[in-house]
């Protein structure tokens, strides 16, 4: 998984709790991504950052907020978990000159 | 703006017959374009990728595809399939911007393997 290790891998939480999930990566790359993967809807991009403190919203970024303090990791942040937000998250690193994004082993979340 | 349209959600071969992935992009720019693998329960492994280089573009597990821009596709192909194969398979397409590059994935096609 390119140097890529995100946690938990597995959660279980109940609905209004706050939930953080980590990526960290040993691959030094600028870039990184947060994707949620539901079935029918391929992966779709919640927020990303392009260097420490530099971040950006995706197509569903509500309800979703990220912070990065060091270029090896990358949090992502429920405020008040719904069941909706109830997936498997993907982190990614990439940003290279080919484009191609190297993917994490996955979260999966369940909330209650 | 792009998209990606994975023509089939599903796909039954039979262990080494042909295996065709068919997927459509549209894009406002020259794109990059990416398969991409998942096996169960794990995460997504790059299969090959097309940069604006040679179209026909070999990736490995023996898979390749072609870049056709005049009918904006690029299907995936494998001559045999193995029973390894079976897995899900994502189809993607990259817009390059100033602050990086963003994917967007196609629905995913879900390849069963019969013995």
């Known amino acids: 998984d390119a140097g890529i290790t995100q946690s938990p891998r597995h959660k279980v939480t109940e609905t209004g709790t706050p939930v953080t999930l980590r990526c960290h990566q040993t691959?030094?790359?600028?870039?990184m991504y947060w994707y949620r993967q539901d079935p029918g809807h391929g992966l779709r991009l919640i927020h990303y950052?392009?260097?420490?403190?530099?971040?950006d919203k995706g197509e569903v970024s509500d309800g979703y907020s990220v912070s990065r303090s060091k270029t090896e990791d990358f949090l992502l942040t429920l405020e008040s978990a719904t069941s909706s937000q109830t997936s498997v998250y993907f982190c990614?690193?990439?940003?290279?000159?080919?484009?191609?994004?190297?993917f994490g082993p996955g979260t999966r979340l369940t909330v209650l | 703006a792009q998209s990606v349209t994975q023509l089939d959600s599903h796909v039954s071969v039979s262990e080494g017959t042909p295996v065709l992935l068919r997927c459509n992009y549209s894009?406002?720019?020259?794109?990059?374009l990416f398969w991409y693998v998942q096996h169960p329960n794990k995460g997504l492994q790059l299969l090959l990728k097309?940069?604006?280089?040679?179209?026909l573009v070999k990736g490995i597990n023996g898979f390749e595809a072609e870049f056709k821009k005049s009918e904006t596709s690029f299907h995936l192909t494998k001559p045999s399939a193995h029973m390894s194969d079976a897995a899900e398979y994502f189809c993607?397409?990259?817009?390059?911007?100033?602050?990086?590059?963003?994917?967007?994935f196609g629905g995913g096609t879900r390849v069963l393997v019969k013995p």
């Open positions: 990614a690193i990439g940003g290279g000159l080919d484009n191609e994004q190297f």
């Open positions: 691959e030094n790359h600028r870039y």
């Open positions: 950052s392009y260097g420490v403190k530099d971040t």
């Open positions: 894009s406002s720019y020259s794109p990059s």
């Open positions: 097309y940069t604006s280089a040679a179209t």
């Open positions: 993607v397409v990259s817009a390059l911007k100033a602050a990086g590059n963003k994917l967007t």
